[in-house]
């Protein structure tokens, strides 16, 4: 099971951080992602972590603004958003699929969180 938390309204410029509890079964072999979704478009990769903390991977869009981390003592994979543009106004979902490749496409990804919304204004 995973749980997402932490949207919210923010300017433009600001920052959010969104969580994801994990729990209900063994992740340790599987890679953790945030994905977005904006009114009418796909739903699109954002970023990615081994649950061993060793690799991440970020899309271009968000290079330099987000960082994923997890804290395994807590069952929790973290994205910290800076410098939010109105952009990146989505519902956030969690996702964990069997790694250890971190894949970008929503088909690698077996288990899913309910999604938390992120509104950036202008």
């Known amino acids: 099971q995973l749980q997402a938390s932490g949207g919210g309204l923010v300017q433009a410029g600001g920052s959010l951080r969104l969580s994801c509890a994990v729990s209900?079964?063994?992740?340790?072999?599987?890679?953790i992602a945030w994905f977005r979704q904006a009114p009418g478009k796909e739903r699109e990769f954002v970023a990615g972590?081994?649950?061993?903390?060793?690799?991440?991977y970020y899309a271009d869009s968000v290079k330099g603004r987000f960082t994923i981390s997890r804290d395994a003592t807590k069952n929790t994979v973290y994205l910290q958003m800076n410098s939010l543009k109105p952009e990146d106004t989505a519902v956030y979902y969690c996702?964990?699929?069997?790694?250890?490749?971190?894949?970008?496409?929503?088909?690698?990804?077996?288990?899913w969180g309910q999604g938390t919304e992120v509104t950036v204004s202008s």
């Open positions: 972590i081994r649950w061993s903390g060793t690799s991440t």
């Open positions: 209900g079964r063994t992740f340790s072999n599987y890679v």
């Open positions: 996702a964990a699929g069997f790694g250890p490749a971190i894949g970008t496409l929503t088909k690698f990804y077996r288990y």
